[in-house]
């Protein structure tokens, strides 16, 4: 099977908002009463574990600088999406922002590790790679790979098949036009499980499955609800073949001008703001499962086990083929 490309509108004028904002906004300092405020962009609305973490990173930061260093927080991709904010920072021109590192591989090949289904056996596991030497081994890759540093880790969310048809057995995967994002691993994994992997606009997912031009997606409980995806395709199966990770990163530019201690208050209050936001996603994620139950979606067990074994050898070669074999070790082996 080969990938589609489907773009049933292709407009936006969030990068054209983001350009208008960078014109009229400066980095660096901001007066005497905060020697450095640090502009922070991510694509969440108020209510999200982003905007949430975000508002923890700022209130850690001020209180270990004793109000010299101040953050101004905006959200909802009024600086464009998370590419465009990726951008910016490799151009010094935005300092911190929450990046989703399925969609930064054209910068990092590195990044595209996340993107492997089934790389976590549990929360415990996901935690301790993303806590431990592992991590912050990657991390070094990626900050290597395009001058942005990554502070910290975010996310949380387990993602799920969600179609419109049941998913009573894998059987019900074969041909099933399931929307992902564009990184191969996903891609080769959900080809081998016999689904037909369909890369479609976010923004055109509803009308995708009301029309019939993809038949479900992967997603995690908390955006399947909040898109109301539910509507559409009512039935959801538990795979649970991804834990979410979010990089928070900062442009090495901002870093090169921050003294030793701002650098040493930075980290702490990126990874504290972290923990912070980690945890509230993994609640959010719980909750919104609920709530797609009592609001009638039908929850599909699927057997995990199952679908490794079919995923195992075509990931592996996939894996090699982008230098990941390493990485992927080092993730799996990790306790």
Same mark, same amino acid.
């Given at each position: 099977?080969?990938?589609?490309w489907?773009?049933?509108?292709?407009?936006?004028?969030?990068?054209?908002?983001?350009?208008?904002?960078l014109?009229?906004?400066?980095l660096?300092?901001?007066g =005497?009463a905060?020697?450095?405020?640090?502009?922070?962009?991510?694509?969440?609305t108020?209510?999200?574990?982003?905007?949430?973490?975000?508002?923890?990173?700022?209130?850690?930061?001020?209180e270990a600088?004793?109000?010299e260093?101040g953050?101004?927080i905006?959200g909802?991709?009024?600086?464009g999406?998370?590419?465009e904010?990726?951008?910016?920072q490799?151009?010094g021109a935005?300092?911190v922002s929450?990046?989703?590192?399925g969609l930064?591989?054209?910068f990092s090949?590195t =990044?595209?590790?996340?993107?492997?289904p089934?790389?976590?056996?549990d929360e415990d596991h996901?935690? @301790?790679?993303?806590?431990g030497e592992?991590?912050?081994a990657i991390?070094?890759?990626?900050?290597?790979?395009?001058?942005?540093r990554?502070l910290a880790?975010?996310?949380g969310?387990?993602? @799920?098949v969600v179609s419109?048809?049941?998913?009573?057995?894998?059987d019900?995967?074969?041909g099933?036009k399931i929307?992902t994002?564009?990184?191969q691993?996903?891609i080769?994994?959900w080809?081998?499980l016999?689904?037909d992997?369909?890369v479609?606009?976010w923004s055109e997912?509803?009308?995708?499955l009301?029309?019939?031009a993809i038949d479900g997606l992967?997603?995690?409980?908390?955006?399947i609800?909040?898109?109301?995806?539910?509507?559409?395709?009512p039935h959801?199966g538990?795979?649970?073949h991804?834990i979410t990770v979010?990089l928070?990163?900062?442009s090495? =530019?901002?870093?090169?001008r921050?003294?030793?201690?701002?650098?040493e208050?930075?980290?702490e209050?990126?990874?504290?703001?972290a923990s912070?936001?980690?945890?509230?996603q993994?609640?959010?994620?719980a909750?919104a499962?609920?709530?797609?139950?009592?609001?009638?979606a039908?929850l599909h067990e699927?057997?995990r086990?199952?679908?490794?074994?079919?995923v195992a050898g075509?990931?592996e070669s996939?894996?090699?083929?982008m230098?990941?074999?390493?990485?992927?070790?080092?993730?799996?082996?990790?306790?």
């Amino acid at each position: 099977m080969t990938k589609k490309w489907i773009d049933l509108k292709n407009t936006s004028t969030r990068g054209l908002l983001g350009s208008a904002l960078l014109a009229t906004a400066t980095l660096g300092f901001a007066g =005497a009463a905060q020697a450095l405020d640090l502009r922070f962009g991510h694509g969440g609305t108020e209510d999200t574990a982003y905007q949430l973490g975000a508002e923890r990173f700022k209130e850690l930061l001020a209180e270990a600088s004793d109000g010299e260093m101040g953050v101004q927080i905006m959200g909802n991709s009024v600086l464009g999406h998370e590419t465009e904010m990726f951008e910016q920072q490799m151009a010094g021109a935005l300092d911190v922002s929450i990046i989703n590192p399925g969609l930064i591989t054209d910068f990092s090949p590195t =990044a595209n590790v996340f993107s492997i289904p089934f790389l976590y056996r549990d929360e415990d596991h996901w935690s @301790q790679v993303l806590d431990g030497e592992v991590g912050r081994a990657i991390a070094d890759q990626i900050t290597a790979e395009t001058d942005v540093r990554v502070l910290a880790f975010y996310g949380g969310g387990k993602r @799920q098949v969600v179609s419109t048809e049941p998913l009573e057995s894998l059987d019900d995967l074969e041909g099933l036009k399931i929307r992902t994002n564009p990184t191969q691993p996903l891609i080769t994994a959900w080809e081998a499980l016999g689904a037909d992997p369909t890369v479609m606009q976010w923004s055109e997912i509803y009308t995708g499955l009301q029309l019939g031009a993809i038949d479900g997606l992967l997603n995690e409980a908390e955006w399947i609800h909040r898109m109301r995806f539910h509507e559409v395709a009512p039935h959801i199966g538990l795979s649970e073949h991804d834990i979410t990770v979010r990089l928070l990163t900062l442009s090495q =530019a901002t870093w090169d001008r921050l003294d030793e201690s701002q650098q040493e208050q930075v980290m702490e209050a990126a990874t504290e703001s972290a923990s912070y936001a980690r945890s509230v996603q993994l609640e959010q994620d719980a909750e919104a499962l609920d709530l797609l139950v009592e609001e009638g979606a039908t929850l599909h067990e699927m057997d995990r086990e199952k679908m490794m074994e079919a995923v195992a050898g075509p990931l592996e070669s996939v894996i090699a083929d982008m230098g990941l074999t390493e990485y992927h070790q080092m993730i799996i082996n990790a306790e």
